[in-house]
C-alpha cells in the first residue's frame, strides 16, 4: 500500500505550467482520463506487452515491436534490456498512467530536421499538468506509458515512448528507472532532505534532493512543478560554497591535512553496491592518472579530505565513490567504506 501510495502521489507530481504548447504549436495530449476505454485500454495492453518482454529478455520480441528507426541499430537498446531484465526477474507489471500524445502537425525545423514537441497535459480538469518536452520528434501520433514492475528484487519503473505506425503501437523509446536506492523511495528521500535542512546537515541535503528527482522523475522529458519545487528545496538548501552548483567551471575546492588541494567537479549519489545506505560520488578533476597505486591513493587523500571538510558525509552515507577525470580518459574509479575513510 505505501509503495501504490507514492504512485498515486507521483502521478500528481507531473505538473507544469505551459498549456501555451499545446496551443500554438499544435501539438495536443490527452490523459487516461479523458481519453476512450479503447484506447486506453490499447495503450496499456502494448505497454504492459512491452514491460512483459524486457522481464523476460526477450530482445528479440522486442526489436520487432519497435520503430524502425531503432531496429535497425538495437545494440544498444539490446544491453539496456538486457540489464534490466535482471533487476526485474519476476515481477509483475502494472500500469500506472498512459498519455496520447498527437504531434501530426509538428512542423520541422528550418533546416528540415524533426521540430522539438512541447506537449502539455492538463490533469483531471484542473489546473495541473504534465508537461513533455521531446526534441527531435519527427511529426506522428505518439504515447507515453508508464508500467511498474512489482515483486521483483526492488520494485523499478519501466516507461515507453510509443509511436503508432500502421495503427499499431511501437516502441520508440525506453527509460527503465529504480524506485528505491538503499531500500527507500523517493519521497522518503525528498522527507528526508527537508529533515536535514532544518538539522544543519546541508550537504546530506542537498545529495538526498538529488536521490529524490533521481527516484521520483520517470524520465528526463517529463518536466513539472511539483519536480520543480523539489529542485527549488535543493537549490535554497545548498550549502553557499556550492551555490552555483558543482562544474568544471565552478569545482568545490577542498583542501587536505597536508596542504593538497582537491577540485571536485560533480557531487552525486550512487545505489550500485546496493548497501543499507547510498553512496557520496564525486567527480575529481586531474592532470595526470598515473599509475594504479598513486591514482588509488590519490583517489583515497581526496575521499578522505572531502569527508574531513564535511563530517556529516560519514554518519548519513556508505562510502565514497572518487572517479578522478583527465580529459580524453576513462577515469579512474574507486570506492571505499566510511569505515575505510581516515
Known sequence: MKHRTACRVLAGMLLVAGATFARVNAETCTTQSAMSASDRDALATAARGLAQKVETN?????????????????GAIQNLVASTSAKVKGATPMVEQVYLLDASDLKSAADGSPGNAQFACMLNNSIAEADFSIPGLPAGKYAFAIVEMRGGVAPWRLSFLLQQVQGQWQMAGFYPRPMTAAGKDGLWYWTQARTMVKNKEPWTAWLYYQQAEVLLNPANMIQST????????????APPTISSGVSADTPL????????????????????LAKEKVDVTAKLKVDQLGDAVTARKRNADAASALVAAYPELRKNFHGVWIFAEVPGQNPYATEMAMNEIH
Open 58 to 74: 526477450d530482445s528479440a520480441g522486442l526489436r520487432a515491436v519497435t520503430i524502425a528507426t531503432y531496429a535497425r541499430d538495437f
Open 226 to 237: 511539483h519536480l520543480d519545487k523539489l529542485r527549488n528545496e535543493q537549490t535554497t538548501a
Open 253 to 272: 575546492v577542498v583542501k587536505g591535512v597536508d596542504g593538497a588541494e582537491y577540485h571536485f567537479t560533480g557531487l552525486g549519489v550512487d545505489d550500485s
